[in-house]
C-alpha cells in the first residue's frame, strides 16, 4: 500500500503511481496518523489532465472518497463480494480504528495470466464479449 | 476501437480516454489510411505528467510502438494467448493491410463480474495472492 496526504499535489500523485508501478493511491490525513480520506487513481489523474487544471490540484480536490473497505480481520470472499457489488477493481483494508493498513485489487484476487490459462483451456467462446 | 494521430498531443489523447470511458487509444499514422502506429494507454500518459514533460508532447514521442497484433479472423484463443505470452491487457486487431480495426482487452475476453462470481463459487482461496 502506498500512501499520500490530502495536501500533496496531482503532480506528487502521478510521480507516486510510476515509481511504484501501481494504479491506485490511499489517500490520507497529514495530521491523524493514517486517517482514511480517500483513493486517487490513474484514471482520476487522467481527468485532472483532461480538464486542463493543471497537476498543483492538490489531491483531496480530485480524489475518490466514498471508498469502500473490509477488515483486515475479512477473508478474500469479502474483499471479492464487496468489489461484485460496487463494480470496482480496488477495495481499502482498514483496522478497528478506521485506518488503511492495505490494498486488495482484483488482481491480487485473480492473477491475470491464471485466468487467462483457463480460458485457453476452455471451450466457452461465448465469454467474448467482442472488440470495442 | 478509438485512435488518435501520431502528432496529436497527450492532451488530447486525455481527453479522448475520459470522453470515452477506456484505457487505451491506437495511434495512426495522419496520412496514409490509418497504418498503424503505436498504442497509448493511461499509463504512458501519466508517465509523461510524472516526468515534467508537459501535456503538450506529441504522441508520438510517448506511445508504445511494439504492438502486440492478432489478424482479424483470428479466434478469441488467439488474443488470449498472445495477452498471456506478452503479460499484456490489450492487442490490436488487424486487417490483412496491417490496418488496426479493433482493440480486444482483458475485459472483453474475461467479464470481470463473471471472474468474481466463479471466485465466491470457489474454494480455492489459495488464489489470493496477498494485499499489496
Not at 21 to 37: F, K, Q
Not at 57 to 62: A, I, L, N, S, T
Not at 80 to 93: E, L, S, Y
Amino acid at each position: 500500500m502506498v500512501t499520500i496526504k490530502v495536501g500533496d499535489t496531482v503532480l506528487t500523485a502521478a510521480k507516486l503511481l510510476v515509481q511504484n508501478n501501481i494504479g491506485l493511491l490511499v489517500v490520507t490525513e497529514a495530521a491523524t496518523d493514517g486517517r482514511l480520506v480517500g483513493v486517487i487513481s490513474e484514471r482520476d489523474i487522467i481527468r485532472v489532465v483532461a480538464s486542463g487544471r493543471g497537476l498543483e490540484v492538490p489531491v483531496k480536490d480530485v480524489c475518490t472518497k466514498s471508498v469502500v473497505t473490509v477488515h483486515g480481520k475479512s477473508d478474500v470472499a469479502e474483499a471479492a463480494k464487496a468489489m461484485n457489488k460496487h463494480g470496482i477493481r480496488h477495495v481499502v483494508v482498514v483496522d478497528d480504528g478506521g485506518r488503511a493498513i492495505g490494498v486488495v485489487s482484483m488482481r491480487d484476487l485473480v492473477g491475470e495470466r491464471a485466468t487467462l490459462t483457463a480460458i485457453l483451456q476452455s471451450n466457452e467462446k461465448e465469454i467474448f464479449h467482442g472488440a470495442d
